[in-house]
């Protein structure tokens, strides 16, 4: 069935250095790719999202790359705060017919002040 | 604009009762998506309302169940409730179905005991 592998599961840095999630996805209908950052005790937050038919996206310090070609895309965050620490899950949905997400199991993310 | 709200935030069942959870999704959003959050299974998908209909379904036993009403807002019922069944229930709602951008709510954590 369809899956969406993510890597790493935890990740530590320290503030101000770059962090990076990867997702690929088994998926060839897959064409919508956003990612949800979800603090303790909240709902999954969408923080960028891009589409097929775009390969970069970028948003102040988050940027999303995505190779169709290759089945994987990533989430990029520069200058790391402390309040980026949280779990970041990654998803892939085709956009016609029964579609629905399929979500990465999650990325914990800690930044060391 | 007011985001997804869930009720109730937090439960507490025996095993055998039943539950059913409710969601409002955001103004203007006619499609409702159910999701099971545990730490071992990451989010799964349960099924997907929108206009009163349930477009897709996920791979949970008939005792899931859900329905939408005409202003949108979205019930699921878990019957015979069983101890695996404890988990955060977070509903997502979007503009539309198909690839829409999905919107989470607080979701309701389920403990059976």
């Known amino acids: 069935g369809e899956n969406v592998e993510q890597h790493p599961s935890t990740l530590s840095v320290q503030e101000g250095d770059s962090a990076v999630i990867k997702c690929t996805y088994s998926?060839?209908?897959?064409?919508?790719f956003p990612w949800y950052k979800q603090e303790l005790g909240k709902g999954p937050q969408l923080i960028i999202d891009?589409?097929?038919?775009?390969g970069e996206k970028k948003d102040q310090r988050i940027a999303v790359t995505l190779n169709k070609t290759a089945k994987h895309f990533s989430l990029h965050i520069t200058e790391t705060q402390p309040e980026d620490s949280a779990v970041y899950f990654c998803a892939a949905s085709p956009t016609s017919g029964t579609y629905k997400y399929i979500f990465g199991t999650g990325t914990r993310l800690k930044v060391l002040a | 604009k007011a985001g997804v709200t869930q009720t109730p935030r937090y439960l507490i069942k025996t095993r055998g009762q039943q539950v059913t959870l409710s969601c409002s999704p955001i103004?203007?959003?006619?499609?409702v998506s159910w999701y099971q959050q545990t730490p071992g299974q990451g989010l799964q998908f349960l099924f997907e309302?929108?206009?009163?209909?349930?477009?897709n379904k996920g791979n949970f036993p008939g005792r899931f169940s859900g329905r939408q009403f005409s202003n949108s807002r979205s019930e699921m019922n878990v019957s015979t409730l069983e101890l695996g069944d404890s988990a955060l229930y977070l509903c997502?709602?979007?503009?539309?179905?198909?690839?829409?951008?999905?919107?989470f709510g607080p979701g309701t954590r389920l403990l059976v005991l």
């Open positions: 998926d060839s209908a897959s064409n919508y």
């Open positions: 103004s203007g959003h006619r499609s």
């Open positions: 891009i589409r097929s038919n775009v």
């Open positions: 309302y929108f206009s009163e209909t349930q477009r």
């Open positions: 997502a709602s979007s503009k539309s179905s198909g690839g829409a951008t999905q919107y």
